[in-house]
């Protein structure tokens, strides 16, 4: 099943960010790899490609996994999670109708 994982920064996180962002990537490579990740990637706190000094609230991913539970362990594993760039993460199913 997929999931959706809409994931929040919390406050003056951007360095941590910057620093775990090599391990996160990796982590959401290997989904890539195996053909589970669907679509993943930051919301900048502004309307801008390159949102500089003023960072980003959160990240949204889409992602298969074989439970809710399996879904939430990934999530609490990640590297942003554990190191406090997010301050919280819902996960919920999805279930993909268009494209």
């Known amino acids: 099943m997929m999931y ?3 994931c929040e920064d919390g406050a003056n996180t951007l360095e941590a960010r910057r620093l775990h962002r090599p391990e996160h990537l990796a982590r959401l490579k ?6 589970r990740l669907f679509v993943a990637g930051p919301c900048p706190a502004i309307d801008s490609a390159d949102p ?4 980003f609230t959160g990240s949204l991913i889409v992602a298969e996994f074989p439970s809710f539970e399996a879904a939430h362990a990934w999530a ?3 590297p942003f ?3 406090g760039v997010y301050s919280k993460v819902t996960v919920k199913p999805f279930l993909k109708a268009l494209p």
Do not use: P, R
């Open 81 to 83: 999670s554990k190191c």
């Open 76 to 78: 609490a594993a990640d």
């Open 30 to 35: 290997a989904l890539q790899n195996e053909g």
């Open 52 to 55: 500089g000094a003023a960072g």
């Open 4 to 6: 959706v994982f809409y």
